[in-house]
């Protein structure tokens, strides 16, 4: 198991809280064990190491820009 020594804080609006709330709930209907928040938020880290080849990082200047170049990386990664 890896070990984390460094803690950051990072500002969710309530969407994405309930979206990892209900998340980690389905997590546990399916295999009967929740995730924590925390774990899913470094699993998409994860993920964004193994594609950051793939983002097109060229002249982003929003969120939405940056959302939707993952999105088209994770496309043209599967």
């Known amino acids: 198991m ?3 020594d460094k ?3 990072i500002t969710m609006n309530s969407n994405m809280i309930r979206f990892l709330k209900e998340f980690s709930e ?3 209907e399916q295999d009967g064990y929740a995730l924590g928040m925390t ?4 699993s998409l880290i994860s ?3 193994e594609i950051e ?3 097109d990082l060229h002249g ?3 969120q939405e ?5 993952i999105i088209d990386a994770v496309k043209a990664y599967s």
């Open 60 to 62: 982003i200047k929003s």
């Open 53 to 55: 080849d793939k983002i």
């Open 39 to 42: 774990t899913i938020v470094r």
């Open 47 to 49: 993920v964004l190491t």
């Open 2 to 4: 890896a070990i984390y």
């Open 7 to 9: 803690k950051i804080t």
């Open 26 to 28: 389905q997590l546990r």
């Open 65 to 69: 820009e940056l959302t939707q170049r």
